[in-house]
């Protein structure tokens, strides 16, 4: 079996799907001593740096040119931006339910290749199974009735995280079309070492809680700098390179399942029948998404 073609990027895939619902819980534990600017700029820097010194002593080509500019601005994209968004989310509503609403991210990704060149147009069925899918999103916000019934907090990271994955899709599919001779890989940590140096000013300069160190965040991190990075983004950026998007775009799925486990486990966030009836109803209208539409890049 391990001489399948495809043997190697679907196993990048499960990795994907594991490491990164684990990290929605180490995000969590690295905001109780970093603040959201600091953390994403130094993981990304450590992660980045680590990658490319890995390249430059093993002789690899290294992105140049063009190339390098189009993964540096796909990484400010995905991971500035796009993980960015996670990482403010996660300081005002539970980790759980943020990866709960980013399995929505298909809507996204599908969306971006329509509106992009050459991309697949949404059809009915299409539209009709994203509508599900935020229909059952909609279920998040009313846990009560009355006119104070929505929870701003979670209508704020709600937005935070639109932002976030619309970034994130338009950024990976222009990683896929802008795909040059490097590995993906090594592609991969010039896209974090440019987000991480993209937000290194910002974190100097914007004013933000100062750094409370403890045992428990810094471990947290340098988990999220080995398996969310080196491990999960390197394993991403090579099945976005090897499989077709749509396929690709199953993580989310499994993503939510762990993060929502581990939230419970570790700081007992909130999951009840209106969690599990959003979420069957959300994964029902992704799947139909996935079924109508044959999107590849």
Same mark, same amino acid.
């Given at each position: 079996m391990q001489r399948h073609?495809? =043997? &190697?990027?679907?196993?990048?895939?499960?990795? *994907?799907?594991?490491?990164?619902?684990?990290?929605y819980l180490g995000i969590r534990m690295s905001l109780e001593s970093f603040p959201p600017l600091v953390l994403v700029s130094i993981r990304y820097l450590l992660s980045g740096s680590i990658l490319l010194l890995f390249a430059r002593a093993r002789g690899l080509y290294l992105p140049r040119g063009r190339e390098l500019a189009a993964a540096c601005f796909s990484g400010f994209l995905i991971l500035g931006i796009g993980n960015g968004a996670l990482v403010f989310s996660e300081v005002?509503?539970?980790?759980?339910?943020?990866?709960? !609403? *980013? #399995? !929505?991210?298909?809507?996204?990704?599908?969306?971006?290749?329509?509106?992009?060149?050459?991309g697949e147009r949404l059809h009915a069925p299409t539209i009709g199974g994203m509508t *599900?899918?935020?229909?059952?999103?909609?279920?998040? =916000? #009313?846990?009560?009735?009355?006119?104070? /019934?929505?929870? &701003?907090?979670?209508?704020?990271?709600?937005?935070?995280l639109q932002v976030g994955m619309a970034a994130w899709s338009f950024g990976s599919i222009y990683q896929r079309r802008k795909a040059g001779k490097?590995?993906?890989? !090594? /592609?991969?940590?010039?896209?974090?070492?440019?987000?991480?140096? !993209?937000?290194?000013p910002l974190a100097l300069t914007i004013p933000e809680h100062p750094i409370h160190w403890?045992?428990?965040?810094?471990?947290?991190?340098?988990?999220?700098?080995?398996?969310?990075?080196?491990?999960?983004?390197s394993a991403y950026a090579y099945a976005m390179d090897r499989l077709p998007v749509a396929i690709v775009s199953v993580y989310p799925?499994?993503? /939510?399942v762990? /993060?929502?486990?581990?939230?419970?486990?570790?700081? &007992?966030?909130?999951?009840?029948? &209106?969690e599990a009836v959003a979420m069957v109803i959300i994964f029902a209208g992704v799947a139909a998404v996935k079924r109508f539409s044959h999107a590849k890049s």
């Amino acid at each position: 079996m391990q001489r399948h073609p495809l =043997f &190697r990027p679907y196993l990048a895939l499960v990795a *994907v799907c594991f490491f990164w619902g684990t990290t929605y819980l180490g995000i969590r534990m690295s905001l109780e001593s970093f603040p959201p600017l600091v953390l994403v700029s130094i993981r990304y820097l450590l992660s980045g740096s680590i990658l490319l010194l890995f390249a430059r002593a093993r002789g690899l080509y290294l992105p140049r040119g063009r190339e390098l500019a189009a993964a540096c601005f796909s990484g400010f994209l995905i991971l500035g931006i796009g993980n960015g968004a996670l990482v403010f989310s996660e300081v005002i509503i539970p980790s759980g339910i943020a990866g709960l !609403i *980013v #399995t !929505i991210s298909p809507f996204w990704m599908v969306g971006a290749e329509a509106l992009l060149p050459g991309g697949e147009r949404l059809h009915a069925p299409t539209i009709g199974g994203m509508t *599900v899918g935020l229909l059952g999103a909609s279920l998040l =916000f #009313t846990p009560d009735l009355g006119p104070h /019934a929505v929870d &701003r907090n979670l209508l704020k990271g709600f937005l935070i995280l639109q932002v976030g994955m619309a970034a994130w899709s338009f950024g990976s599919i222009y990683q896929r079309r802008k795909a040059g001779k490097a590995h993906p890989v !090594i /592609a991969g940590g010039v896209q974090q070492l440019a987000a991480g140096l !993209i937000l290194a000013p910002l974190a100097l300069t914007i004013p933000e809680h100062p750094i409370h160190w403890s045992s428990r965040s810094v471990l947290a991190l340098l988990y999220l700098v080995c398996f969310g990075s080196l491990v999960g983004y390197s394993a991403y950026a090579y099945a976005m390179d090897r499989l077709p998007v749509a396929i690709v775009s199953v993580y989310p799925y499994v993503n /939510a399942v762990v /993060a929502v486990g581990l939230g419970w486990l570790f700081y &007992r966030e909130p999951f009840g029948l &209106r969690e599990a009836v959003a979420m069957v109803i959300i994964f029902a209208g992704v799947a139909a998404v996935k079924r109508f539409s044959h999107a590849k890049s």
